[in-house]
């Protein structure tokens, strides 16, 4: 993975974000401002710093996704009764530019996707809306409530989303507990791979070989996800609806 700089990213595009430690980096802030015709989307999960900066102008829409609100969920032994819970969904017709979703559930990573796919639907159909950003923070919390695999089929498909809405996208990554190959394969789905100061202007080395093993593991097919191997990427979930995604990401 060669990392780049947020000034040469060509919009619109599906950032990795790689940095460590829990303080938001600059490129983050970087990467959000938008413009005052743009809607902004920030995820972030309940023990992930909240505390956002902003720029100059302030965006036309503002949409935030709470992951894991332990204070709105049902409490323990309702969802040890029911299962999994997730938000209503978000209620755009709310006043003000801000609108607010809740996944009770970390671990539900399909109401995750399905709620930032509602946004940017949502967004993409509104002709006063330039520009679409997403700030996902972080890849590696969602790791800590599931797997890896799960986690990366889930920026896969998401991405893919992403992308046919026009969405400028940046996932946040601490690449602290991971070895090099994961880090590696998780680069391998995204345009750009951005590095905090934190972390330097190198990233951990693996072989398309030792990547192509870890997606061997994880069940997935190369040809669909590596940028290394193929100029164009294959967009087999660009077109997917909120029901294509609910049943990919069933787990």
């Known amino acids: 993975m060669e990392p780049t700089t947020p000034d040469a990213i060509d919009p619109p595009a599906n950032v990795l974000l790689v940095h460590t430690g829990c303080d938001e980096p600059g490129a983050c802030q970087h990467l959000r401002d938008s413009g005052a015709e743009a809607a902004e989307l920030r995820v972030t999960f309940s ?23 332990i204070l709105r969920s049902a409490g323990a032994e309702t969802e040890a009764e029911t299962g999994p819970t997730a938000g209503t969904g978000p209620d755009f017709g709310g006043p003000g ?7 009770d ?10 709620s930032i796919s509602c946004f940017c639907e949502h967004w993409a159909s ?29 920026a896969h498909i ?32 995204f345009d750009e791979v951005v590095c905090d100061d934190s972390v330097g ?11 192509a093993a870890v997606l061997e593991e ?34």
């Open 97 to 103: 530019p801000v609108t607010v979703d809740t996944v």
């Open 105 to 114: 559930d970390p671990r539900d990573l399909s109401a995750i996707g399905l």
């Open 158 to 189: 998401l991405a893919n989303r992403l992308s046919s809405v026009g969405a400028t996208a940046h996932f946040h990554f601490d690449p602290t507990t991971y070895d090099d190959r994961i880090v590696a394969t998780f680069g391998s789905i």
């Open 218 to 251: 994880w069940g997935e097919d190369v040809s669909a996800v590596s940028k290394t191997e193929f100029e164009t990427p294959t967009t087999p979930t660009a077109e997917a609806t909120d029901e294509d995604i609910a049943r990919l990401l069933e787990r």
């Open 201 to 211: 202007n190198s990233l951990p080395e693996a072989t398309d070989d030792e990547v």
């Open 47 to 69: 023990n992930d710093p909240a505390d956002r900066t902003r720029g100059d102008e302030t965006p036309a829409e503002l949409g935030l996704i709470s992951i894991g609100d």
């Open 126 to 154: 509104n002709d006063e809306i330039d520009r679409i950003t997403v700030c996902f923070r972080s890849l590696d919390t969602a790791i800590s409530y599931t797997s890896p695999k799960d986690v990366f089929q889930f």
